[in-house]
């Protein structure tokens, strides 16, 4: 589970779209046919989940850190699992899809220094500002580069919306707003969704986009409440080891360095150049601002130690029986943390029972339940991802080299910490109504009793926060949901219990142990949940879409218009 903020448990269910060759995108709230070949719903296999979880959750896992002695025995026993399921070597007849990458840690930073007003201001590393590269290379620096506030640094041609339009990046560094321009409302209504983050509204499309405008570096302003965690969170996830996929150009097509600076020290820069940060934020939250050069200059550097090393993916597939070149994926992450912070009886194996083995289990209960139903129409593909816990890498590698075209892969469900309490009444939806999947998850719910709560704090973006989000970038629209607090048993109260105490007592801890005397009835109906929504799209034709405004919408599209037989029934 990605660590920047402690999430609530999550299970996301993913389903591509494009647009049917004869009929046009779906309207919304379209109805789907029925699945063909519908049979009855199998029950989903608690005993093996059971012991899938406890075994990945064993100390002599060593808490599944990727890239050491103990990965090969992790990955032999994943794959005895998808073999003993039923299913094929889903890499070109291997199991293994390997995941090369680079650890960079930054050292020896020299203060950030902003010139040309005057006496020079010097602001430190991880107190004022924090720092790191993308680019494999033993040293960054930054030198004279000229600072330009580019508001929130989005550019969306579908909103008719550029803050760099009119301006020349190269050698310049942005300086940014973190979130979206219209953050601040209390409803979803904005341009950007109002109070509900779009991913224009992250900081890693920030980055991205910066260097894409041949920006050579970038400094996001923070600011706790946009940015949904305090400095701390920052400060300690941007002065240790990043990762990285590793790429063919070693990151020479990104920014020479990213990173954050406290807002008071934005705020002191802005009043060197003669401005004001509160001025320009309002400026930025109106559709046609432009970019200001500041008149001033920035320099700061540091050290870099690489490492490269290789991981792996695991892969099986259920080959489809009549369209086999279109796939539904199911992935869970097996990675974790490996050793960690002793607890108080010197306990160092953070074992992670809950993120993920609960995820790879539901995995392989999955594959286990299709197969025992027979092949669908569609391939089934079952991944067990890596590196996720240091950034979402094995899916970001999987999403640039898709075992199945991303234009015939039609959409997936992703699991990601499935907590072990009773049953909800109702599923919240990470993201809003992002696409017609929305249509599916209606139906399937309503043939159940459940209902769909609102989702807790839609500002913090958790929407790009996990595997799927590796591929709903790329344009295949994926559907986060997960179960709700309200239990059926206890209500809110128990359920908002239950999930306050794994975050506080065994998140990310040596405490996130199995025990047997786990509740797996709410795992078991995300599990029959999920079989459904895939089966359902496995055997059936449609292809849904993006909603007209959704900031994927573009890409999904782009790639199907060139599709060779992909993204149409």
Same mark, same amino acid.
């Given at each position: 589970?990605?660590?920047?903020?402690?999430?609530?448990?999550?299970?996301?269910?993913?389903?591509?779209?494009?647009?049917?060759?004869?009929?046009?995108?779906?309207?919304?709230?379209?109805?789907?046919?029925?699945?063909?070949?519908?049979?009855?719903?199998?029950?989903?296999?608690?005993?093996?989940?059971?012991?899938?979880?406890?075994?990945?959750?064993?100390?002599?896992?060593?808490?599944r850190a990727p890239s050491t002695?103990?990965?090969?025995?992790?990955?032999?026993?994943?794959?005895?699992?998808?073999?003993?399921?039923?299913?094929?070597?889903?890499?070109?007849?291997?199991?293994?899809?390997?995941?090369?990458?680079?650890?960079?840690?930054? &050292?020896?930073?020299?203060?950030?220094?902003?010139?040309?007003?005057?006496?020079?201001?010097?602001?430190?590393?991880?107190?004022?500002?924090?720092?790191?590269?993308?680019?494999?290379?033993?040293?960054?620096?930054?030198? /004279?580069?000229?600072?330009?506030?580019?508001?929130?640094?989005?550019?969306?041609?579908?909103?008719?919306?550029?803050?760099?339009?009119?301006?020349?990046?190269?050698?310049?560094?942005?300086?940014?707003?973190?979130?979206?321009?219209?953050?601040?409302?209390?409803?979803?209504?904005?341009?950007?969704?109002?109070?509900?983050?779009?991913?224009?509204?992250?900081?890693?499309?920030?980055?991205?986009?910066?260097?894409?405008?041949?920006?050579?570096?970038?400094?996001?302003?923070?600011?706790?409440?946009?940015?949904?965690?305090?400095?701390?969170?920052?400060?300690?996830?941007?002065?240790?080891?990043?990762?990285?996929?590793?790429?063919?150009?070693?990151?020479?097509?990104?920014?020479?360095?990213?990173?954050?600076?406290?807002?008071?020290?934005?705020?002191?820069?802005?009043?060197?150049?003669?401005?004001?940060?509160?001025?320009?934020?309002?400026?930025?939250?109106?559709?046609?601002?432009?970019?200001?050069?500041?008149?001033?200059?920035?320099?700061?550097?540091?050290?870099?130690?690489?490492?490269?090393?290789? &991981?792996?993916?695991?892969?099986?597939?259920?080959?489809?029986?009549?369209?086999?070149?279109?796939?539904?994926?199911?992935?869970?992450?097996?990675?974790?943390?490996?050793?960690?912070?002793?607890?108080?009886?010197?306990?160092?194996?953070?074992?992670?029972?809950?993120?993920?083995?609960?995820?790879?289990?539901?995995?392989?209960?999955?594959?286990?339940?299709?197969?025992?139903?027979?092949?669908?129409?569609?391939?089934?593909l079952f991944v067990a991802l890596?590196?996720?816990? &240091?950034?979402?890498?094995?899916?970001?590698?999987?999403?640039?080299?898709?075992?199945?075209?991303?234009?015939?892969?039609?959409?997936?469900?992703?699991?990601?910490?499935?907590?072990?309490?009773?049953?909800?009444?109702?599923?919240?939806?990470?993201?809003?109504?992002?696409? /017609?999947?929305?249509?599916?998850?209606?139906?399937?719910?309503?043939?159940?009793?459940?209902?769909?709560?609102?989702?807790?704090?839609?500002?913090?973006?958790?929407?790009?926060?996990?595997?799927?989000?590796?591929?709903?970038?790329?344009?295949?629209?994926?559907?986060?949901?997960?179960?709700?607090?309200?239990?059926?048993?206890?209500?809110?109260?128990?359920?908002?219990?239950?999930?306050?105490?794994?975050?506080?007592?065994?998140?990310?801890?040596?405490?996130?142990?199995?025990?047997?005397?786990?509740?797996? &009835?709410?795992?078991?109906?995300?599990?029959?949940?999920?079989?459904?929504?895939?089966?359902?799209?496995?055997?059936?034709?449609?292809?849904?879409?993006?909603?007209?405004?959704?900031?994927?919408?573009?890409?999904?599209?782009?790639?199907?218009?060139?599709?060779?037989?992909?993204?149409?029934?």
């Amino acid at each position: 589970m990605k660590h920047l903020l402690p999430l609530a448990a999550a299970a996301a269910f993913g389903l591509c779209a494009a647009v049917s060759a004869q009929d046009g995108p779906l309207p919304k709230g379209t109805a789907l046919p029925p699945p063909q070949d519908a049979g009855a719903q199998p029950d989903a296999p608690v005993a093996l989940m059971k012991e899938v979880t406890r075994r990945l959750a064993a100390d002599d896992f060593e808490g599944r850190a990727p890239s050491t002695k103990v990965e090969p025995k992790i990955l032999d026993y994943i794959v005895e699992q998808f073999k003993k399921a039923g299913l094929q070597p889903g890499n070109k007849g291997q199991w293994l899809q390997p995941v090369p990458t680079v650890e960079i840690t930054g &050292s020896g930073y020299t203060p950030l220094t902003v010139s040309g007003a005057g006496k020079a201001l010097s602001f430190r590393f991880g107190g004022d500002y924090v720092a790191a590269s993308y680019r494999v290379t033993p040293k960054t620096q930054v030198k /004279d580069s000229e600072l330009v506030f580019v508001g929130y640094g989005i550019n969306a041609p579908e909103l008719g919306w550029n803050d760099y339009a009119g301006i020349d990046m190269k050698g310049k560094t942005a300086v940014i707003l973190v979130n979206d321009p219209d953050y601040a409302m209390e409803n979803e209504q904005g341009l950007f969704k109002g109070r509900r983050m779009t991913y224009y509204g992250r900081w890693t499309y920030k980055f991205e986009e910066a260097a894409r405008q041949g920006a050579t570096a970038a400094l996001i302003v923070h600011d706790t409440f946009p940015a949904a965690y305090g400095w701390k969170v920052v400060n300690s996830s941007w002065t240790g080891a990043q990762y990285y996929v590793q790429k063919p150009d070693d990151g020479k097509d990104q920014t020479a360095a990213n990173g954050w600076v406290q807002k008071p020290v934005a705020e002191a820069i802005l009043k060197a150049a003669g401005k004001n940060l509160a001025a320009l934020t309002t400026a930025a939250q109106t559709k046609g601002f432009r970019a200001v050069p500041l008149g001033l200059k920035a320099s700061f550097g540091f050290d870099n130690a690489v490492r490269r090393s290789s &991981s792996n993916n695991v892969v099986g597939v259920l080959p489809g029986k009549t369209r086999p070149d279109e796939a539904v994926l199911y992935s869970a992450h097996w990675d974790h943390l490996g050793h960690c912070t002793p607890d108080k009886t010197g306990d160092d194996i953070c074992n992670g029972a809950v993120d993920n083995a609960t995820g790879v289990a539901a995995l392989t209960a999955l594959a286990k339940m299709n197969v025992e139903a027979g092949p669908a129409a569609r391939s089934q593909l079952f991944v067990a991802l890596t590196l996720e816990e &240091s950034g979402l890498l094995g899916s970001e590698y999987y999403g640039a080299n898709p075992i199945f075209p991303l234009d015939h892969t039609v959409g997936g469900v992703n699991m990601d910490a499935l907590l072990p309490t009773g049953p909800a009444r109702s599923y919240t939806v990470s993201g809003g109504d992002k696409s /017609d999947l929305g249509d599916l998850l209606q139906k399937a719910l309503i043939a159940r009793g459940l209902t769909e709560a609102a989702e807790d704090h839609p500002e913090r973006g958790g929407y790009y926060r996990s595997d799927h989000f590796s591929l709903a970038k790329r344009g295949v629209p994926m559907f986060n949901i997960e179960r709700s607090n309200d239990l059926v048993t206890g209500g809110t109260a128990a359920g908002e219990k239950a999930a306050q105490d794994y975050t506080d007592n065994r998140y990310h801890a040596p405490a996130d142990e199995y025990t047997d005397d786990w509740d797996w &009835s709410g795992i078991a109906q995300d599990v029959s949940l999920f079989y459904d929504l895939g089966r359902e799209l496995a055997d059936g034709t449609m292809w849904p879409n993006w909603r007209p405004a959704d900031e994927f919408r573009a890409i999904r599209d782009k790639d199907c218009a060139a599709a060779t037989k992909g993204c149409h029934p």
